[in-house]
């Protein structure tokens, strides 16, 4: 894979993002691997291997690539469509374990709200080792397969945030252009922009109102959306009249039809923008799931200090005391309530509490997925 | 039966499957199973590759056979255990959460039959060709195994049409859901080549499903 060609296929591929790709699912041999190298396995979204690809250019090693339905690893994982049995299968099926003497295989770490170490190891015999969250990362990890707190962490740094605005920008502009095709073609090209334009300054700006974010907030109504009490929305609304008040000024334009134009479709932007914001960021969980309410709880008798929920969290909420072999929570804050911790636990000691006291057992966890609209089949149980 | 790829909307919402799917295929799969299950015979061990909710195994299990349905979606298989329980014949079937790639847990031999409904269009190459070496080793000599599958067409205008057909329908699937299904190429060879012999074959008009009867040679006959 050359450089044009590795370019073409992240732009391309960033623009169709919230469409899933699926690739051939199977084992790709890397440089020039012996019966020691690495196994290193990965979902079918076509963007991350070839990612994965990059990254270990110069690397001998084994790829697996398992049925994710060509969904990224931490979406397919988390909502049950790359699980346990899909693993499992591209262990047995593609021919590895005839191809190298050890049973280690690195799994990236988002894929822990799906796959059970647990189970895999008892199924198979192989041995999962949690790689790092960011590809990138793959290549400093492998030499002694140790992670720094950073590797194990999701961020949402410049690059990230402009790959998810292009995301949004780009199904949102193309249909905005078909729907103005026949009726208002001059319109199409400022529409077009306006839609980039505002996806880029929504995204881009993320950090400068973060802040006001709120997640637990119970308002995710027609009009609210993710911006809490949706002071968001209004002030960049605000800014957007005022914007099209000194065009209209200085183009002579001004007109009660260029207004209503206008302003209409910039509020239809920022709302459709706006639907489902945090679940955008990896930094929180979808606004539209019901998840989002629910805390993590640790049961202290059942707790062993065995870390494997500090190894998993993505939000690096957790620190172990290893004199008192317990786990604590010192950035629970921070949960994005992916149920990593939970379903890892080998002592069972993690479980989710909903807001009206009620639980959710590890085993419910592991075994009933979210939906795409957040809902788990089996309803929360008490703990008993 | 592109109607098939609609079936990945149901999916996402187990609870709505059946009624779905019996809407869609306007009762053609069930005619299918029924056609099929007429092959098993009272007392018959088999066991249900993929078997979802538990249409075909509930079929299976009314003829008198001992059934073991497997599938790797727990909510789906909720489901089958509620119906199973409804109709009482938790005797007879026994669900377990299980992929193919997991038959190696199966003992050599000890299956009369195995059936599969929309399963193996489901399947990579490579799960495919080692579910079927696995369902030929769990077979008895003489056992049959029994599918009904989405397949492409192999005459050049059928596969056109089929495609012309399917193309609105699993855009929007995609759309819907973010997967499709894949029917599978060349079944009746893959079955033969893991050791089968085909006794018959129906296709539907369209040439995109499948009914087949396979099995695996020795035995009394």
Known sequence: MGWIQY????????????????????????????????????????LTVARVKWALRGIDAYLLVANSRGINVWCAATGGLFTNHDVISVLKTSGVEDLVDHRQVILPQLAATGIERKYVRKKTGWIVQWGPVDIKDLPAYLPRRKKTPAMRQVSFPAE???????????????????????????????A??????????????????????NPRSERIGFVLFDFGRGGVQLILLAGILLGLFAV??????????????????????????????MGSTPLYKSGLHADRFLKVSLDTDKCKGAAFCEQVCPRNCYDVDHHRHLATQPRAHLCVQCGA??????????????????????????????????KRLVKTVGRG | MSTYVLMKILESAPSR??????????????????????????????????CGTGALTILVAKKGAKVKGIDINPQMLEIAGERVKKMSLQKQVKLEEKGVAELESEKEESYDAVVSGLCFSELS??????ALKEINRILKPGGLILVADEVKPEAGLKRYLNWILRLPLAIVTWIVTQTTTRAVRGLPDKIREAGFEIRSTRYNRMHSFLELVGQKPGGKN
């Open chain 1, 248 to 277: 209209a000024k200085y183009t002579g334009n001004f007109s009660g039809l260029f207004f209503a134009r206008w302003g209409i479709m910039s509020t239809l932007v920022v709302l459709v923008l706006s639907l489902d914001l």
């Open chain 1, 341 to 374: 911790c939970i379903v890892q636990c080998p002592f069972d000691a993690l479980y989710f509490e909903s807001p009206d006291g009620a639980t959710i057992a590890p085993e419910i966890i592991r075994k009933f997925k979210l939906n795409l609209m957040g």
């Open chain 1, 160 to 190: 990230q945030r402009f790959e998810m605005a292009v995301a949004w920008a780009f199904p949102i502009s193309l249909v905005a252009g078909l729907i103005l095709l026949p009726l208002w073609r001059e319109g199409i090209l400022p």
């Open chain 1, 7 to 46: 370019i073409l296929i992240n732009v391309v591929e960033t623009c169709l993002r919230m469409l899933p790709i699926p690739i051939r699912t199977g084992l790709i041999v890397l440089g020039n691997p012996g019966r020691n190298s690495p196994v290193i396995l990965t979902c079918n979204f076509h």
């Open chain 1, 192 to 213: 077009v922009l306006l839609t980039w334009g505002l996806a880029l300054i929504i995204f881009m700006a993320f950090p400068l109102y973060q802040r006001w974010l």
């Open chain 2, 17 to 50: 499957y059946d009624r779905g799917i019996r809407w869609l295929t306007l009762g053609g799969l069930d005619r299918a199973y029924e056609r099929l299950t007429t092959y098993i015979k009272t007392g018959q061990k088999v066991l249900d590759v993929g």
């Open chain 2, 125 to 130: 190459e490579d799960e495919l060709s080692f």
